[in-house]
């Protein structure tokens, strides 16, 4: 999810990208394709990404055991890590327009 914060540190959120990536202990890339929008940040605003396990009841929860998500009885707790070192390189790309 990828935030607005004003000067006040408020946010709101401007969009979602939802992935559901496999090999829980293992690191990996992701590619997360945020769902088209259209924002126009204002002059100090800031971007957040926000990375979690899950959103529910907004999307279907995630047992993070390999169970079927409708009916799966045990849940496994998930932490999530960014890499960002040299070996490791991370990055947000947005698209940006120049507006006249």
């Not at 401007?14 to 690191?27: F, H």
């Not at 926000?50 to 907004?58: E, H, R």
């Amino acid at each position: 999810m990828t935030t607005p914060l004003d000067e006040k540190g408020r946010s709101a959120n401007v969009c979602d990208g939802l992935i559901s990536l496999t090999g829980a202990d293992e690191i990996s890339r992701a590619t997360v394709r945020l769902w088209p929008t259209a924002y126009r940040f204002a002059r100090g605003h800031r971007i957040r990404v926000q990375v979690s396990s899950g959103a529910f009841p907004l999307y279907n929860r995630n047992p993070g055991t390999g169970e079927p998500r409708a009916n799966a009885t045990t849940l496994r707790t998930a932490d999530q890590e960014i890499f960002h070192d040299p070996a490791h390189p991370s990055a947000v790309i947005l698209p940006a327009r120049q507006l006249d």
